[in-house]
């Protein structure tokens, strides 16, 4: 699911964050398409003018919406997509867009080369076996053109690649095989975001080393890169010809030590009280009275919960934003709807916006506070917010 863009709902211009529609009658996440603007600008700064940028918009852009974010960061300065699987980058070509798609996952039925084939998608080969495969399901369906084709190699992350020290051998196989052409090698970083660098540098030499070893069997390597959010923020010997970014575009730093450009959070959630109440002291909140009422207290409902994204984990201790305060939720947190203790606040009203996540006035609270709270990562934070929360464009 895309987010419902300015000119795609029913021509509702979704600029003011307290414009009413059905699509904010309970609970929503707005997306700040000119914060995905300025962040991909911040990060074209620190590259090289020869050094592309890649926006990873795998995961539905990390549930930003994958056509929207991919739009504008390519509008931006991005030249390259991202994508984890085949549907994705078909979505991505459904759309109209036409910038070249890496798929950074590994495909390797029949049906998956066919349609990466037939939708001008760019896969990752991670095997001397899935190279074979390429080469012989391209030749079975008669493709008449030389599919661009990208080497992983595995210098550390023990994830998808050949080991780097059979990357020779791997990238002269591919070279032999009819119907496909090598556009770029590359690996990935595994602790590029630890303010300890011994296993970025020990991955950064190995990688080194497999492309010395590549270049003197007489290859010529069309491009390399290496670098992920944290890789691209770390260092500019990590750049070489592409950065692949994903997390810095919407906003969010890969760890605390990295903040060395200026990014603006793109998505918040937003939601609106459905019910105010008083309860007497000794009243128990929700499934499990998991809260019991220390003194008379005023709460509000609010609908969104743990089915739209909000880790259930969380309950009891977490805070949104009213009017520019922050505000305790109370009880186990539901599958549709959370409480708030509001006694300090006791004139709020139905209707009024809840900010679940983003900022309002001098209060914020981000992605990381809840990841803190979790002991997880902002990433996953991000990933969880479900589609039945309508995307809304909004530019700040």
Known sequence: MDMLSNEQFLGIAQKDCDTYSWMQQRAWVEIDLGAVEHNVRQ??????????????????????????????????????????????????????????????????????????????????????????????????????????????????????GTNWQESGEFVKLVTRLPRLRIASIYSHLATADSPDPTIMNLQHERFEAAIAQIKASGITIPSLHFANSAGTLVSKKLHYDMVRVGLAIYGHYPAEHLHNVNLKPVLQVKARVTQVKTIEAGTGVSYGYKYIASRDMRIAVVGIGYADGIPRNLSNKMQVIIRGQRIPQIGAITMDQIMLDISSIPDIQENEIVTILGKDQNEQITADDWANELNTISWEILCSFKHRLPRVAVET
């Open 43 to 160: 990060l074209k700064k620190l590259l090289a003018p020869q050094t592309q940028l890649m926006a990873v918009v795998k995961a539905d852009a990390y549930g930003h919406g994958a056509v929207t974010i991919a739009k504008v960061a390519l509008s931006s300065g991005a030249s390259w997509l991202g994508v984890a699987t085949v549907p994705e980058g078909i979505q991505l070509r459904e759309a109209g867009i036409t910038a070249p798609i890496l798929l950074l996952g590994a495909a390797q039925t029949f049906e998956q080369i066919h349609a990466i084939a037939n939708w001008q998608l760019q896969p990752t080969l991670c095997s001397p076996r899935q190279a074979l495969v390429f080469s012989d399901t391209l030749e079975a369906i008669n493709y008449n053109s030389s599919l661009p084709v990208h080497i992983k190699l595995d210098t550390g992350m023990s994830r998808l």
